[in-house]
């Protein structure tokens, strides 16, 4: 199992930058995958942006060339740097580790942290 705890949300106005920070209870070196994901009022939820255990990253269309994923495996950290903020990038903003099991792929989920993009 893995606990996760994000911060780093909070109101900023548009264009500006914010960055999110997710800290788990382990070594996240081996974790298959540590996702970013947000979900906004009377939405599904959805993906930002993930790092594989191989360090490959992927992002919604959405925030490429503005958002970045990275992890620093010695403080068990995944970071999600926010510029270039947008009011549609208000949402709250969840971290998932999937963690490769007996029976297979497990998710665990962080309490989230609400972003705000506002002037």
């Known amino acids: 199992q893995v606990q996760l705890v994000e911060s780093g949300g909070g109101l900023v106005q548009p264009g500006g930058s914010l960055r999110l920070s997710c800290a788990a209870s382990r070594s996240i070196s081996s974790i298959y995958a540590m996702g970013w994901y947000r979900q906004a009022p009377g939405k599904q939820r959805e993906l930002v942006a993930v790092i594989m255990i191989g360090d490959s990253t992927n992002y919604a269309d959405s925030v490429k060339g503005r958002f970045t994923i990275s992890r620093d495996n010695a403080k068990n950290t995944v970071y999600l740097q926010m510029n270039s903020l947008k009011p549609e990038d208000t949402a709250a903003y969840y971290c998932?580790?999937?963690?490769?099991?007996?029976?297979?792929?497990?998710?665990?989920w962080g309490q989230g942290t609400q972003v705000t993009v506002s002037s």
């Open positions: 998932r580790a999937d963690v490769v099991g007996v029976r297979g792929m497990n998710n665990y």
